[in-house]
């Protein structure tokens, strides 16, 4: 084990929410559905920061894929 700090930031629902712009509604259900990985704390979610990270660049839709 080393001594070097933990670096994983974990967010609140709120706090994704946020940045997401969306409700808290919409990241609660993400958790559930287990798209958007989280961790529980007692009665509230944390989401790692990455986790986050990973979940928007994957959910990322160029222009040019939404044309028919």
Not at 21 to 36: D, P, Q, W
Not at 39 to 62: C, D, H, I, M
């Amino acid at each position: 084990m080393t001594n070097e700090p933990a670096t994983s930031q974990f967010l609140t629902v709120a706090e994704v929410a946020e940045q997401m712009r969306v409700s808290k509604m919409t990241v609660y259900r993400l958790v559930h559905s287990g798209e958007l990985p989280a961790v529980r704390v007692g009665k509230s979610f944390r989401v790692p920061q990455q986790a986050l990270t990973e979940y928007l660049s994957a959910a990322f839709v160029e222009g040019d894929r939404l044309s028919s």
